[in-house]
């Protein structure tokens, strides 16, 4: 697949006169454009249905109705793109009702290429500002997916991701159910050069390959996030492959998609090697999607990384829990929950700090809030879990900071819980690498 440019603008481009519109799009794909023609309102606002636009160019007069009508239904269908108005030495007077109604500006007929030009260049700065603004805005809002975790599985995969996340390679991603795959797509995705672009998801056990492969179509220039690919049917194999390999998609139609650029990122519970030796997945669509492979462990193989994710739920969970005051996780329930081997994963372990916060809301947490699988679990596996985790005095010392951490309301506070000074709680953060 082709590297999605950043410079690259995609232009609807409206005019009722074909000469026009054809001198024009010649004009723009010079520029760097990507153009899409409409010779009506009724047209572009199809378009603008089926497509993303960054820059809209339009006529004021459409036969019966005006570019006014373009600008509108811009504001209507999609998020603000950046308008211009063509309009005759004239119209002056209409190009400052287009100006009121939202374009960013008008360009006076008869024009030249180098005015042209010039006003691609603003649209261009500006694109580029409100892309820069909207990748800052997605990484100030979500949290770090591998923040705080210590794991050396989790070290080896962050330093897997920084290096392929920047690119529009291949991903297939692996791991047992729960593990945080999908999460791990979407920051993929939001650390590419198609963060502001559409992030599509196609779960393989629920939807409809057609509809949903059909769906990536109108999208393109995004991610497409194939969830248990797997259990992909023999057709939508067959489907997907061809997407990949000729551009085509077997709809009622049948033809080629012009200028076809689409990440894959893919995820499975699956042994896919073992599935394309018992013949259930093509082999050559395994081949296709394997350009970089990575493996998510699951929790139980990884327990240092529990208390980091407990305070993290624990925290979202609180907020929206609307808590006026911080609660203790007593320390019963908290050993039960690190020495837990947690079957379902990160999906499981969220689920359970949910429960717990929300259970207890405006009382202390207890034992019984606990879920019955936990309970049941045999103490002399969690006593062996928990001696497993706590080998060292080092690694007791990080879960007891963690532990403090988690339920101090301030910094200050958790550093006179331990008896020590901010400045040695600071130390011992950056030693254990805690958050």
């Given amino acids: 697949m082709e590297m999605h440019q950043a410079s690259e603008l995609k232009v609807l481009l409206v005019d009722d006169e074909r000469n026009i ?64 108005v063509m309009t005759a030495y004239a119209s002056f007077e209409n190009a400052v009702t287009a100006i009121k109604e ?4 008008y360009l006076p007929k008869p024009f030249s290429n180098s005015q042209l030009a010039h006003l691609v260049q603003k649209v261009r700065t500006i694109v580029e500002l409100r892309r820069e603004n909207e990748r ?14 210590t794991s050396p599985a989790m070290v080896r995969l962050q330093e897997f991701v920084d290096k392929v996340a920047p690119t529009d390679s291949t991903v297939l991603m692996s791991g047992e159910s729960g593990t945080g795959k999908s999460e791990l797509a979407r920051m993929i995705h939001q650390r ?40 992909l ?37 699956r042994n896919l090697e073992e599935e394309v030796r018992a013949g259930r997945f093509r082999e050559d669509l395994y081949y296709r999607l394997n350009v970089f492979e990575c493996a998510v462990v699951p929790l139980r193989h990884r327990r240092e990384d529990t208390p980091v994710l407990i305070e993290r739920f624990y925290r979202t969970f609180l907020k ?20 837990y081997p947690w079957p379902g994963n990160v999906r499981e372990l969220r689920n359970v700090i949910e429960r717990l916060v929300f259970l207890a809301k405006g009382r202390a947490m207890r034992l019984e809030d606990l879920p019955e699988s936990i309970l049941s679990y045999p103490r002399h596996a969690l006593s062996k879990g928990s001696e497993q985790t706590l080998q060292t005095l080092e690694e007791l010392e990080k879960e007891h900071i963690q532990r403090v951490l988690l339920n101090a309301k ?21 030693q254990y690498g805690l958050p």
Wanted: net charge neutral.
């Fill in 136 to 149: 800052l805005k997605r990484r100030t809002h979500l949290h770090d997916y591998f923040e705080g975790m």
């Fill in 233 to 269: 049917t023999d057709t939508g194999q067959a489907k997907l492959l061809r997407l990949l390999d000729e551009k085509v998609i077997e709809d009622s139609i049948q033809q080629p998609i012009p200028s076809f650029d689409l990440r894959i990122l893919a995820a499975t519970n």
């Fill in 102 to 105: 939202g374009a960013f500006d």
């Fill in 320 to 339: 929206r829990a609307e808590e006026s005051t911080q609660r203790l996780i007593p320390e019963d329930v908290y050993r039960r929950l690190i020495s």
């Fill in 410 to 430: 301030s910094q200050e506070q958790a550093a006179a819980q331990l008896g020590i000074t901010t400045v040695t709680l600071w130390r011992k953060r950056k």
């Fill in 192 to 231: 590419s050069n198609r963060s502001t672009q559409a992030f599509i998801v196609m779960n393989c056990t629920s939807s409809d390959d057609t509809f949903e492969i059909s769906k990536a179509r109108i999208q393109n220039h995004g991610t497409l996030f194939i969830d248990e690919i797997g259990d």
């Fill in 21 to 84: 519109r054809q001198t024009l799009q010649v004009s723009l794909r010079k520029m760097g454009c990507q153009v899409a023609l409409a010779s009506s309102v009724d047209e572009a606002v199809n378009l603008l249905k089926r497509d993303s636009f960054e820059f809209v160019l339009t006529d004021f007069r459409l036969e019966a109705q005006t570019g006014i009508d373009v600008i509108r239904a811009a504001k209507y269908v999609q998020s603000n793109p950046v308008t211009v």
